[in-house]
């Protein structure tokens, strides 16, 4: 027979024996003190004070064994004509061992049967259970058996408490141990959830953080690289253009180094990045055009001024749109951007190229895809034979 779930924990027997060490001490003086009015009765004296202790030995560990011990005691004692002990009293023990970790069929088993047997035991006391031997210990009882009703139901009542009530504060410890093991549990639930959810924070920032330096680095390479390809076709004897070719390669590294400090910077306070306003995609279109490529920029409608979210979702849409047409663009190919203000912002960028386009699952589209959906927007890609054109659409918010 296994404890129940919430049965106690395991201490050693020896630990649970000391209450019924005590018991059987209590028990030997109970034969002791009774053999002179029960001569040739020790022992069915003594099986009842072992019946007793080895249910009180069970008190913790297998209540229900304990239950059926008390009963089988009871039931030889009705047999055998054996006064209610002293020792018997200890029974409260089980009871509350019952109701505390029995399990549910034991406690509503322990919850009857005690109270009954104490009731069973009274009536038979009174209806002249014990024998007439020589009516010394019957006529010590005589007042009680002869007397009124009132002290009957007293005595009746006294037996009663002596089980119920430790029964009751079982079950009261019961509820009290499983609603603090309830609230335990949701603590650590709740626990666990937010655990969970800032391992989720921080793996997003790592996303976020990612994403934003490919994009601010693959940009300000692209640059550089453009510049140090134009570079090559410089002539010789023309040191002034080369210089300022030199000047927007060195522009271009510190704008990105910047950049970069700028992302970091965000993950180490609050993770918020420096707003952007509209002047900065003008700066961005105006640094590509600074690179050599040439740039047709167009706008129409009427711009307005976009929330601090989707200001930021914008510009590194548009930077790794611009970079995609320095990388994979042809040079000969002006890059063409438009921005389309309607009900939303809509961001195109196109190039020609000669097959060398961006992969549709590539890390630059996807992380268009991710940040546009972050905020509610797409991204439509239009490869061609000779053309390669991308699209970002985001709402604005009033």
């Not at 570079?231 to 927007?248: F, I, M, N, S, W």
Request: hydrophobic fraction near 45%; glycine fraction near 10%.
């Amino acid at each position: 027979m296994q404890p129940p779930p919430d049965g106690p924990a395991p201490r050693g027997w020896l630990v649970d024996a000391l209450p019924a060490l005590v018991v059987a001490g209590v028990g030997l003086v109970d034969v002791v003190r009774l053999l002179p009015f029960l001569p040739g009765q020790g022992a069915q004296l003594a099986a009842v004070v072992l019946g007793t202790v080895a249910a009180v030995l069970t008190w913790r560990r297998l209540p229900s064994l304990g239950i059926g011990l008390a009963w089988l005691t009871c039931a030889l004692q009705v047999v055998t004509y054996v006064p209610p002990l002293v020792t018997q009293v200890a029974l409260a023990l089980v009871a509350f061992g019952a109701a505390r970790w029995g399990r549910p069929a034991t406690v509503a088993v322990a919850g009857i049967s005690l109270p009954l047997g104490v009731l069973i035991g009274l009536l038979l006391f009174r209806d002249g259970w014990f024998p007439g031997s020589g009516g010394s210990f019957r006529e010590a009882l005589a007042p009680l058996i002869s007397s009124s009703t009132t002290l009957q139901v007293g005595v009746v009542g006294l037996g009663l408490g002596t089980l119920a009530l430790p029964w009751l504060a079982g079950l009261a410890v019961r509820f009290l141990v499983r609603a603090r093991t309830s609230q335990q549990q949701q603590l650590a639930a709740e626990a666990r959830e937010q655990e969970s959810a800032e391992v989720a924070r921080l793996r997003s920032d790592q996303a976020r953080l990612a994403a934003d330096v490919h994009d601010v680095v693959g940009h300000s390479l692209a640059v550089i690289l453009a510049q140090a390809e134009s570079g090559q076709y410089l002539p010789d004897d023309d040191p002034a253009r080369l210089k300022q070719t030199l000047a927007v390669i060195a522009t271009s590294a510190r704008s990105s180094l910047q950049d970069v400090r700028t992302v970091l910077q965000a993950t180490r306070s609050d993770g918020r990045t420096p707003d952007v306003v509209l002047a900065d995609l003008d700066d961005l279109v105006e640094g590509v055009r600074r690179s050599g490529r040439e740039v047709v920029d167009a706008q129409t409608g009427r711009p307005q001024p976009l929330p601090p979210e989707l200001a930021q979702v914008a510009y590194r849409v548009l930077q790794e749109m611009v970079t995609n047409a320095l990388r994979h663009g042809r040079r000969d190919a002006p890059v063409q951007v438009d921005r389309i203000w309607d009900d939303g912002l809509c961001l195109r960028v196109a190039n020609g190229t000669d097959g060398a386009a961006p992969s549709p699952g590539g890390r630059g589209l996807v992380g268009m895809r991710d940040r546009l959906a972050s905020v509610g927007g797409r991204l439509d890609v239009e490869p061609g034979p000779d053309r390669f054109a991308v699209t970002a659409r985001l709402p604005v918010r009033r």
